[in-house]
């Protein structure tokens, strides 16, 4: 079976930092491009940040570009984000992604989601 794992989500004061793991495992990992995608009610997701299978390519969103650093390690089949600098409007669930373009219909495998909340 396929499962994506995240892990890493929490409370967490304006200013500070936070670090997601996502652990995947049922397909092969190291073919696939990854992403954090960023959920929060009413609003449409967020592509916060896409990796090739390389890791050699990234995609940061304008909203997160200097603060979110994505990464990866294939040999443990684990695809990291570091989240530093956090602003309360980063608050919301964090999904780790499978899909080879930035759109939800293109998403092949979906994690559980981690919730980031970051207080004022």
């Known amino acids: 079976d396929v499962q994506l794992v995240e892990s890493g989500g929490g409370e967490v004061q304006a200013g500070g930092s936070l670090r997601l793991s996502c652990v995947a495992s049922g397909f092969n990992f190291g073919d696939n491009r990854m992403s954090w995608v960023r959920k929060v009610p009413g609003k449409a997701p967020e592509w916060v940040s896409r990796?090739?299978?390389?890791?050699?390519?990234?995609y940061e969103a304008p909203s997160v570009k200097g603060r979110f650093t994505i990464s990866r390690d294939n040999a443990k089949n684990t695809v990291y984000l570091q989240m530093n600098s956090l602003k309360p409007e980063d608050t919301g669930v964090y999904y780790c992604?499978?899909?080879?373009?930035?759109?939800?219909?293109?998403?092949?495998?979906w994690g559980q989601g981690t919730q980031v909340t970051v207080s004022s």
């Open positions: 992604a499978a899909s080879n373009e930035m759109s939800v219909d293109a998403v092949a495998y």
């Open positions: 990796i090739s299978a390389t890791g050699a390519s990234l």
